[in-house]
DNA sequence: AATCGCTATGATTATAACACATAACGAGTG
DNA sequence: CACTCGTTATGTGTTATAATCATAGCGATT
């Protein structure tokens, strides 16, 4: 037996950012494309694309800055509130996966 | 926009023991009966029957001890194993959503 | 103008949640 | 002893959700 854990943001009842998120959004920092990306993550594209949208939209601002076309065929690149966001995010779930882990260690003597 | 966490266990990579299925649980030690702590829990009977069952296949010992038939037409108990996982759970969970909370609303200036 | 791979989105299929329905049970009651 | 009653246990069909497949359109570079 293990314990897991997830630490989301919503808006108005509805995810715009989970771990899983962040890691999709990570990886199109360090890739340069979405496409790459859902490749990473192991996803088809279109998933990747609409959860990003949805949070997009949700939100109310755009987290990603796309181009269609051109050289490569396009690309994407995070926008510098989607980069805050992300810090954000891990300056509060920093540490609380590690702490839960003691507790559980603790609690079930392993 | 706010901050949500959930906190479960698993066994091979399966749910056992969630927030929702101790609510559940804690709904049956009240009640005395699963069919009540469902109409508790708003959902239909089906559900968290199905759910129980679940977890107790998973863990390979059970959580409710049932009678069917009799007085009332029967109920349900928790047995003692259930009562120490909740308990367990509840240990390991204390506290933590508040200093969740409280990063958040330090990170985000509220 | 031809290419390339990426974005964007429509269409389809698979999966999971949900609601409905019903048999079996057995202590108490008349 | 036949009957009642509310509960457990489980089958079945339907609906909602999520994942997958497929394809059009783009534009800097060659």
Redesign the pocket.
């Known amino acids: 037996m293990q314990v897991k854990s997830n630490i989301w943001f919503e808006v108005d009842g509805r995810v715009v950012l989970s771990r899983w998120r962040i890691r999709l959004l990570q990886a199109?920092e360090q890739t340069?494309?979405?496409?790459?990306?859902?490749?990473l993550m192991d996803?088809?594209?279109?998933?990747?694309?609409?959860?990003?949208?949805e949070s997009e939209v949700r939100l109310g601002f755009k987290l990603?800055e796309?181009?269609?076309?051109?050289?490569?065929?396009?690309?994407?690149r995070l926008t510098a509130a989607c980069i805050d966001l992300i810090q954000k995010y891990d300056t509060i779930v920093k540490g609380l996966g590690a702490v839960l882990l003691q507790r559980f260690e603790d609690t079930f003597d392993t």
Do not use: F, M, N
């Not at 796309?66 to 994407?76: E, I, P």
């Open positions: 199109i340069g494309s979405i496409s790459k990306a859902a490749d996803v088809p594209y279109r998933r990747a694309w609409e959860k990003i949208h990603v796309t181009q269609v076309g051109g050289v490569g065929g396009g690309g994407a």
